[in-house]
């Protein structure tokens, strides 16, 4: 692939920007909305920000690690960065689209990359009733969470919940209980990537919980429904030697 445009954003701390500084001596200012593809300088969070940004524009966003664990990132380096993206290879992904109805009947749409999670809002423990398909799979979990992730997002959130990691192109969501009591064994399920899942809080006003998609937040919900989405596809790039599928198995035989 060959970028003529490039576009360079930093997250703004203190890494991120000098590596900005030195970049742009280099490779001349241009906007992102006018850019062939877009380098994020920042850790994983930030790479997050800009694929929710440009993800409907269908720009390749490259990332350079200036953060902490940098899963979508790769390897920072001042040099050479026009050959790495002619190299680079393409993942595209399909993220989960989260739409949540509160208490009080509003409606709410959002995308997540990673993951949607269910979390308790109070004091007591959430009760949530899923749904798959339209068929009730578990009429009710008592826990303090529950999360659905993508083959990308099993990694994260998911894999601290002791949810499966899923390799890219499995077709395949990790629905993944949090510190779940009853029943207590229970420890998620594996669902097709077109599955269409409902949760219903149960008591939701004396039991609040919030959702989240990735890190758009939505309080005090009584129903969320999440299908994969199919309006669109962000496209990371990687290089060769850092691919992302490859990590991800890697991540499965970490002591």
Same mark, same amino acid.
Request: aromatic share 8%; no cysteine.
């Given at each position: 692939?060959?970028? #003529?445009?490039?576009?360079?954003?930093?997250?703004?701390?203190?890494?991120?920007?000098?590596?900005?500084?030195t970049l742009q001596r280099t490779y001349p200012r241009v906007a992102p909305e006018d850019a062939d593809v877009i380098v994020a300088l920042g850790g994983d969070?930030?790479?997050?920000?800009?694929?929710?940004?440009?993800?409907?524009?269908?720009? *390749?966003?490259?990332?350079?690690?200036?953060?902490?664990?940098?899963?979508?990132?790769?390897?920072?380096?001042?040099?050479?960065?026009? #050959?790495?993206?002619?190299?680079?290879?393409?993942?595209?992904?399909?993220?989960?689209?989260?739409?949540?109805?509160?208490?009080?009947?509003?409606?709410?749409?959002?995308?997540?990359?990673?993951?949607?999670?269910?979390?308790?809002?109070?004091?007591?423990?959430?009760?949530?009733?899923?749904?798959? #398909?339209?068929i009730l799979r578990l009429d009710e979990l008592i826990c303090d969470g529950v999360l659905i992730a993508t083959p990308a997002g099993s990694t994260a959130y998911?894999?601290?919940?002791?949810?499966?990691?899923?390799?890219?192109?499995?077709?395949?969501?990790?629905?993944?209980?949090?510190?779940?009591?009853?029943?207590?064994?229970?420890?998620?399920?594996?669902? *097709?990537?077109?599955?269409?899942?409902?949760? #219903?809080?149960?008591?939701a006003k004396i039991r609040p919980v919030n959702a989240v998609a990735d890190f758009t937040e939505v309080r005090d919900v009584a129903r969320v429904v999440v299908?994969?989405?199919?309006?669109?596809? *962000?496209?990371?790039?990687?290089?060769?030697?850092?691919?992302?599928?490859?990590?991800?198995?890697?991540?499965?035989?970490? *002591?």
């Open positions: 692939m060959k970028f #003529d445009k490039i576009a360079i954003v930093a997250d703004d701390h203190p890494p991120a920007v000098n590596a900005l500084e969070g930030f790479m997050l920000t800009i694929a929710h940004r440009f993800m409907r524009q269908k720009k *390749p966003i490259y990332g350079m690690n200036l953060g902490t664990v940098g899963f979508l990132m790769n390897e920072y380096r001042p040099n050479g960065l026009s #050959d790495r993206l002619a190299r680079a290879e393409s993942i595209t992904l399909r993220p989960l689209q989260m739409i949540a109805t509160t208490t009080d009947g509003t409606e709410h749409s959002a995308l997540a990359i990673n993951e949607v999670s269910l979390l308790r809002a109070g004091r007591y423990a959430a009760k949530i009733r899923i749904s798959i #398909d339209g998911n894999l601290s919940a002791y949810g499966p990691i899923l390799p890219l192109g499995a077709g395949m969501l990790a629905l993944t209980p949090i510190s779940a009591f009853r029943p207590r064994r229970w420890r998620g399920a594996l669902l *097709p990537q077109n599955a269409v899942v409902s949760f #219903d809080v149960i008591d299908r994969e989405s199919d309006e669109v596809e *962000p496209v990371f790039l990687f290089d060769p030697e850092h691919n992302l599928e490859e990590r991800i198995l890697k991540e499965q035989f970490i *002591p």
